[in-house]
């Protein structure tokens, strides 16, 4: 069977790839090292024309099936990583058959859990870490999938304002049904509290675990802050007809945890006068949605949130409470957001994205402010963010050009 790419590569250089050999034995110019998790698969970087692409070795298969998984969980907007191509019928120089390749694009700014956990990990930001996995994994059951092997390892994380986002990037063990069954949401729980739970306790024999953390109180509270947003997004809920604003409470409730609201199925229980309500949750990044509509910034949720809230200030400072909204944000988009965003040097921008520099500068200020005992000024609040917190960040977005 001769060498075959599929899916929508978009590079030509993608088929020049040494295809004949095993991918740890690839030269190191074709490779950069990014930070990866833990993976029972040989996985690599490698960057062509400014891109960076993981590639996954893997059975033919198990490769097509996942390409496929990835593709239907973009088409539902889960937030996964995207497929590129899967490449099959490669050989070696002898002869020898290999196994296919997965190949998907690199997720810029995300990170590997030990990544963001290098160090002694802080409680605070473990816990960040496990809203953002909890926050995932129920994003991926209302879309119907069921994951099968939800862990800290198979997720990438992108910083997201004072939180975390959380992206798939494994979905070999994935499966995609038109609604997940209770059967398939409680074994998925079920194997990510066993996996959560091995990896802290592999952090804990490694010495990076915070002495209060327990590693099984840990795994559990997964499953609690699961179980609570679960509810929050689907359960019923029992209303007298005088009390409708509850309603309403519970929408904004479900808009403010980033989560739209379709519509309402509303029943009469029988024998009574109250009324069962049942939201219809159809989709998540509300904040994102309007951020986008307003300004063309697409970030992650929680950063949408506050530049959104910085929007609204900035209309209320401005005396712009009755201008029409549009005008709004593009007066601040280019009075406020931008010039933030520029006064931060080139070769330091690819440290962080532009929205987290935003919200970080925002931070930066207030806590200024706060010991100077009056506004510093966004000017020097940039200022300071640069020459003493971001010149010591770490590089989110580098691409180390030597092999590990």
């Not at 009574?272 to 949605?289: A, F």
């Not at 307003?294 to 900035?314: F, H, I, K």
């Amino acid at each position: 069977m001769p060498l075959q790419m599929t899916g929508a590569p978009g590079d030509p250089d993608l088929i020049r790839l040494p295809w004949d050999l095993p991918l740890e034995e690839w030269p190191e110019h074709h490779l950069v090292t990014l930070p990866r998790g833990i993976s029972r698969h040989v996985v690599r970087f490698a960057r062509l024309s400014g891109r960076v692409y993981a590639i996954k070795e893997i059975s033919e298969r198990y490769a097509k099936r996942e390409y496929r998984l990835l593709w239907d969980l973009a088409r539902h907007d889960a937030p996964s990583v995207e497929p590129v191509a899967v490449v099959t019928g490669r050989t070696a120089a002898d002869g020898s058959a290999l196994d296919s390749a997965l190949i998907t694009r690199h997720l810029q700014f995300s990170l590997p859990y030990r990544a963001v956990l290098s160090g002694t990990v802080r409680p605070d930001t473990l816990t960040r870490l496990l809203d953002a996995l909890v926050v995932l994994l129920v994003r991926l059951h209302l879309t119907g999938f069921y994951w099968g092997d939800c862990s800290l390892s198979n997720t990438l994380f992108r910083r997201d304002a004072g939180a975390f986002a959380a992206y798939l990037v494994d979905a070999e063990t994935g499966e995609l049904h038109p609604a997940i069954s209770e059967g398939q949401r409680t074994h998925d729980i079920e194997v990510a509290h066993v996996n959560i739970y091995g990896e802290m306790l592999d952090l804990e024999a490694g010495g990076l675990l915070h002495p209060t953390i327990d590693p099984l109180t840990f795994a559990d509270q997964l499953v609690e802050r699961y179980e609570r947003l679960w509810a929050e997004l689907t359960q019923d809920e029992i209303i007298d007809e005088v009390d409708w604003h509850r309603v309403d409470q519970r929408i904004r409730r479900l808009n403010s945890l980033g989560f739209d609201v379709a519509e309402m199925m509303v029943r009469r229980k029988a024998g009574t006068s109250r009324l069962i309500v049942r939201p219809k949750v159809v989709d998540s990044g509300h904040h994102q949605r309007r951020l986008l509509r307003l300004t063309g910034l697409d970030v992650e949720e929680n950063q949408a949130r506050r530049l959104l809230n910085d929007l609204d200030s900035y209309r209320v400072s401005n005396g712009l409470r009755h201008e029409d909204e549009a005008i709004v944000a593009h007066r601040w988009l280019a009075e406020v957001f931008q010039p933030v965003v520029s006064a931060v040097p080139a070769e330091l921008r690819r440290k962080l994205e532009p929205a987290q520099i935003f919200h970080e500068v925002l931070d930066h200020r207030w806590f200024m402010s706060e010991a100077a005992g009056h506004d510093v000024g966004v000017t020097a609040a940039v200022r300071s963010y640069v020459d003493n917190v971001l010149v010591f960040k770490p590089d989110e977005n580098a691409v180390i050009t030597t092999s590990d």
